[in-house]
Each structure stands twice: as C-alpha cells, then as structure tokens.
C-alpha cells in the first residue's frame, strides 16, 4: 500500500507441516496439544509503473516465518526483508519478532513478543 504503481507483480508463498495436523495452524494458541510445527516462505517482486512514478523500479520483499505448537506451549517467529532502489528514495528494511505463550487454561494464554525493525 506504500508503493508506488505497479508496472507488474508477483507473489508467491510454500507452506510446509513437517509435523502435526494443517487445522493446528488455524490459531497461535495451544492447549493439550500434540507437537506441531509449520514453516512458511514467501516472496514479491514488482516493477513500478515509469509513466506514474518517473523512476523505473524494482522492488522486493521476503519473509521466513514458523509456528510451534505442543501442550500449552506455542511460539513463533519471522525474519523479513524489503529491497527497493535508494535512486528511488526507498531504502533497504529489515525486521522480525519472536513470540512465546503458555496457556493456563482453555481461556488464557499469556505470551510475550520481541520485534525489530530498521
């Protein structure tokens, strides 16, 4: 929603379940649940409209991201990067979070997160 036009784009995301049932990635919460664990990768790439914006451009962005479920345990992370041409006014973006919780009953599941960016 920040960009400029696009020319063209093209997106793509793998999720991948090395372990558990796909209806455990429904939610981040876990309760009495067996080991589930769920990476996923995606990517975009664009190309600004030149008739709009003056400045021919590429721009793209990547993310790596995973969910951990087991008994009242659930964590997740991700990483994710942004590249758009510095002749263009836009710099490089780089962040990610952490996140862990603990549920202690079906209703509550306190958690804690880190995130960064820059």
Do not use: C, M, N
Not at 22 to 30: G, I, R
Not at 41 to 47: M, S, T
Not at 85 to 91: I, K, Q
């Amino acid at each position: 929603f920040a960009q400029a036009d696009a020319e063209w784009a093209l997106t793509g995301r793998v999720d991948v379940k090395p372990v558990g049932d796909w209806k455990q990635a429904a939610d981040v919460v876990a309760w009495e649940d067996d080991l589930a664990v769920f990476i996923g990768a995606a990517a975009h790439w664009e190309q600004t409209d030149e008739d709009a914006t003056l400045v021919d451009e590429d721009y793209w962005v990547a993310t790596v991201d995973a969910l951990v479920k087991t008994g009242p345990v659930a964590a997740q992370g991700a990483v994710f990067y942004a590249d758009g041409e510095e002749d263009a006014g836009a710099d490089d973006a780089f962040g990610g979070f952490v996140e862990g919780g603990f549920s202690v009953s079906k209703q509550l599941q306190p958690f804690a997160r880190w995130e960064y960016l820059d």
